[in-house]
Nanobody, 126 residues
Framework: QVQLVESGGGLEQAGGSLRLSCAASGRTFSSYTMGWFRQAPGKERAFVAAIRWSGGTTYYADSVKGRFIISRDNAKNTVYLQMNSLKPEDTAVYYC???????????????????WGQGTQVTVSS
């Protein structure tokens, strides 16, 4: 079983920054595509960002492109989401996810991911 644990959420003012971390268990982490999703109250879980196993290819939702940066450190079995220029509409529970299948090489669909963390709350005020 693969375990994912998010951390780094909290309360931040609009325009501020937060960095989320997701620590993963498993010896095959380095070969997984990793993604971040978020879910606001009353809304469906939505894609935020994804990163290929190599770390060099990334994908972002239009709503966060230019503000958020996804990265990974395979030696530490950790994926990060650097969130800059935060807006109140970024408020949500953020989840990290792992896609073990190599095909497709990446996906914005939550159904294509196999393992999920418990989520961490991000609240952006004013």
């Amino acid at each position: 079983q693969v375990q994912l644990v998010e951390s780094g959420g909290g309360l931040e003012q609009a325009g501020g920054s937060l960095r989320l971390s997701c620590a993963a268990s498993g010896r095959t982490f380095s070969s997984y595509t990793m993604g971040w999703f978020r879910q606001a109250p009353g809304k469906e879980r939505a894609f935020v960002a994804a990163i290929r196993w190599s770390g060099g290819t990334t994908y972002y939702a239009d709503s966060v492109k230019g503000r958020f940066i996804i990265s990974r450190d395979n030696a530490k079995n950790t994926v990060y989401l650097q969130m800059n220029s935060l807006k109140p509409e970024d408020t949500a529970v953020y989840y990290c996810a792992a896609k073990s299948s190599p095909y497709p090489t990446w996906s914005p669909r939550s159904s294509d991911y196999d393992y999920w963390g418990q989520g961490t709350q991000v609240t952006v005020s004013s």
